[in-house]
């Protein structure tokens, strides 16, 4: 069935890079829009990215604009979240989800499949 | 990119009806028809209640609707039922092709 699997995460000081990749299993990634979504400790959900179907349209959080880059790999149908400059702020669990299909075949049938979860703590 | 505002809760007796506000603006709400709303329990992953304002996957009880009017969409919960206490979330898409989550609504059933 679709899966969504997350990794990467772990505990990393400001200003340092991490990686977060979200394996796919039972649909191709490109067929679909994937985001990213976070949520700090005890908090609500933030919207962190997206790439679209065609792979090359990409927007972002403000929060996150310059700092994250979202990314695919379709020959490993993987999602991937490059995180640089990190911040105290961006400790959080990292979600990656699929947007659905409506029925005439185009998003946003909301986020219809999530990952996990991984947790990146930012510290010192 | 302002959190989409709902109440911090909501409570009801089973049986009961309730509804959760969620209002954003002329260009989240306001701009498009791509509103959805997630459940979330303690500890778990957040669930796909409604997608596209009023369209519930396949699935999710009759019991959850939704619906939405100019910047302020709507979830109403039916014979509100003990399962039913979670977190609950509302999202948009924005006119700059972001998106938005709502700053989340915790539903106690009394």
């Known amino acids: 069935?679709?899966?969504?699997?997350?990794?990467?995460?772990?505990?990393?000081?400001?200003?340092?890079?991490?990686?977060?990749?979200?394996?796919?299993?039972?649909?191709?990634?490109?067929?679909?829009?994937?985001?990213?979504?976070?949520?700090?400790?005890?908090?609500?959900?933030?919207?962190?990215?997206?790439?679209?179907?065609?792979?090359?349209?990409?927007?972002?959080?403000?929060?996150?604009?310059?700092?994250?880059?979202?990314?695919?790999?379709?020959?490993?149908?993987?999602?991937?979240?490059?995180?640089?400059?990190?911040?105290?702020?961006?400790?959080?669990?990292?979600?990656?989800?699929?947007?659905?299909?409506?029925?005439?075949?185009?998003?946003?049938?909301?986020?219809?499949?999530?990952?996990?979860?991984?947790?990146?703590?930012?510290s010192s | 990119q302002s959190a989409l505002t709902q109440p911090a809760s909501v409570s009801g007796s089973p049986g009961q009806s309730i509804t959760i506000s969620c209002t954003g603006t002329s260009s989240d709400i306001g701009d498009n028809n791509f509103v959805s709303w997630y459940q979330q329990h303690p500890h778990t992953v957040p669930k796909l209640m409604i997608y596209e304002v009023n369209n519930r996957p396949s699935g999710i009880s009759s019991r959850f609707s939704g619906s939405k009017s100019g910047n302020t969409a709507s979830l109403t919960i039916s014979g509100l039922q003990a399962e039913d206490e979670a977190d609950y979330y509302c999202n948009s898409c924005t006119s700059s092709k972001t998106f938005v989550f709502g700053s989340g609504t915790t539903v106690l059933v009394l």
């Not at chain 1, 990409?58 to 991937?80: C, E, H, Q």
């Open chain 1, 1 to 122: 069935q679709v899966q969504l699997v997350e990794s990467g995460g772990g505990v990393v000081q400001p200003g340092r890079s991490l990686r977060l990749p979200c394996v796919a299993s039972d649909f191709s990634i490109s067929s679909y829009a994937m985001h990213w979504v976070r949520q700090a400790p005890g908090k609500g959900l933030e919207w962190v990215a997206v790439i679209w179907s065609n792979g090359i349209t990409k927007n972002y959080a403000d929060s996150v604009k310059g700092r994250f880059t979202i990314s695919r790999d379709d020959s490993k149908n993987t999602l991937y979240l490059q995180m640089n400059s990190l911040r105290d702020e961006d400790t959080a669990v990292y979600y990656c989800a699929r947007e659905g299909l409506r029925a005439a075949g185009r998003g946003t049938g909301g986020f219809d499949y999530w990952g996990q979860g991984t947790l990146v703590t930012v």
